[in-house]
């Protein structure tokens, strides 16, 4: 009878750890070619172009009503630094501009009505 609770605990334990070596974050795909991150259950897509900047935002897979809402982003490139305003547009926000982008960082804060305001962090390739 040891040998089987001995054969179950492995198996547990083991199945635990395949459970923790899993990819968990299926959820937190990019839908439009950007860099994603979470904040408090709702994903950031950073969508950065040379040209533009795009921020989409989804909570639970579903894109998240940007009117009446405020996003700033920070651009953070060695030394350097840019600070951009995002305008709603559509179902996202966007800033039209030129960009300096290539292994930089992004700080966005982003504030929706009646939620306390986020801060996102990006990193650039």
């Avoid at 083991?14 to 839908?31: E, F, I, Y």
């Avoid at 809402?69 to 709603?88: F, H, I, N, Y």
């Avoid at 290539?102 to 929706?112: F, Q």
Wanted: charged share 20%; proline share 4%; with cysteine.
């Amino acid at each position: 009878m040891k040998a089987v609770h001995l054969v179950a605990a492995c198996t547990l334990s083991l199945s635990g750890l395949a459970w923790a070596a899993g990819d968990h974050d299926h959820h937190h795909q990019a839908l439009h070619g950007g860099v994603v991150s979470e904040v408090k259950h709702v994903d950031y897509e950073l969508v950065a172009r040379p040209e533009s900047l795009q921020l989409h935002l989804r909570d639970h897979g579903k894109p998240v009503d940007v009117a009446g809402a405020s996003a700033r982003l920070t651009l953070l490139l060695g030394s350097e630094k840019q600070e951009v305003v995002l305008q709603p547009v559509g179902k996202h926000f966007e800033a039209q501009g030129s960009y300096k982008l290539a292994g930089a960082k992004a700080v966005a804060l982003v504030a929706l009505p009646g939620k306390a305001p986020a801060t996102v962090r990006f990193v650039l390739k």
